[in-house]
């Protein structure tokens, strides 16, 4: 072998070897602009979730507020109802009382 043929295939060696590192640090630049994607693809996601979650919550908290707000209005008039009701019981009672006193001086 001359001396050429060994530089040539010293050379040659030297460039696969090159090759094969520059293309391990491609593929590494590639892995890595891919992860940040990725990484960038669920911050959005994650920020597009909260966001329905708060108007969700903003909905709900609203629909709770009014039915609250119903179920206020419900007891007074419940209240109310209770109170007449029990006004019209004494007055049947009384109404009764008065029948049986005329028509015991009725005989």
């Known amino acids: 072998m001359e001396t050429t043929q060994?530089?040539?295939?010293i050379?040659?060696?030297?460039?696969?070897?090159?090759?094969?590192?520059?293309?391990?640090g491609f593929?590494?630049?590639?892995?890595k602009k891919?992860?940040?994607?990725?990484?960038?693809?669920?911050?959005?996601?994650a920020e597009k979730a909260?966001?329905?979650?708060?108007?969700?919550n903003n909905r709900l908290s609203g629909e709770l507020d009014n039915l609250r707000l119903q179920?206020?209005?419900i007891k007074a008039e419940n209240k109310k109802l209770h109170l007449e009701n029990h006004e019209l019981k004494?007055?049947?009672?009384?109404?009764?009382?008065?029948?049986?006193r005329l028509t015991s001086m009725a005989k």
Not at 11 to 24: E, S, Y
Not at 34 to 45: H, L, Q, Y
Not at 50 to 56: F, K, M, Q, R
Not at 90 to 100: D, F
Request: avoid cysteine; charge should be negative; hydrophobic fraction near 45%.
């Open 6 to 9: 060994i530089v040539e295939i």
């Open 11 to 24: 050379a040659a060696a030297g460039a696969v070897i090159g090759g094969f590192f520059a293309g391990k």
């Open 27 to 31: 593929e590494k630049a590639k892995t």
């Open 34 to 45: 891919v992860e940040a994607e990725t990484d960038s693809i669920s911050v959005e996601s």
């Open 50 to 56: 909260v966001t329905i979650w708060e108007n969700l």
């Open 71 to 73: 179920i206020s209005e």
């Open 90 to 100: 004494v007055q049947v009672g009384r109404l009764t009382e008065e029948v049986k």
